[in-house]
């Protein structure tokens, strides 16, 4: 079975940048993509980032491309997200999640509890 564990949340100041982690346990995941989404209060969730395990090419929301990066560590079998430029807006609980690639789309199957980021202007 899958787990997924994020750490790195917290709050910081407009500005400034943080790294958040995912810890995937439980599989290989060659065949799996792993993703960053996030959940502001009243608000739809959002994808943010995914990062294929195999090759680790990424793709990004339109809101984050250019300030957040997404990567993978396999033999520490993690991924990241290192979110740079913060501002209010990206306030959100973070969740990190996984899924089966079929094609180019995913199953976002696995899911972490979440961590929270607030950005204070």
């Known amino acids: 079975q899958v787990q997924l564990v994020e750490s790195g949340g917290g709050l910081v100041e407009a500005g400034s940048s943080l790294r958040l982690s995912c810890s995937v346990s439980g599989g290989t995941f060659d065949r799996y993509a792993v993703g960053w989404f996030r959940r502001a209060p009243g608000k739809e969730r959002k994808f943010v980032a995914g990062?294929?395990?195999?090759?680790?090419?990424?793709t990004y929301g339109d809101s984050v491309k250019g300030r957040f990066a997404i990567s993978r560590d396999n033999a520490q079998s993690t991924v990241y997200l290192e979110l740079n430029s913060l501002t209010p807006e990206d306030t959100a609980e973070y969740y990190c999640?996984?899924?089966?690639?079929?094609?180019?789309?995913?199953?976002?199957?696995?899911w972490g509890p979440g961590t929270q980021v607030t950005v204070s202007s």
């Open positions: 999640a996984a899924g089966l690639l079929h094609g180019e789309a995913v199953s976002w199957n696995y």
């Open positions: 990062i294929k395990w195999n090759d680790g090419k990424s």
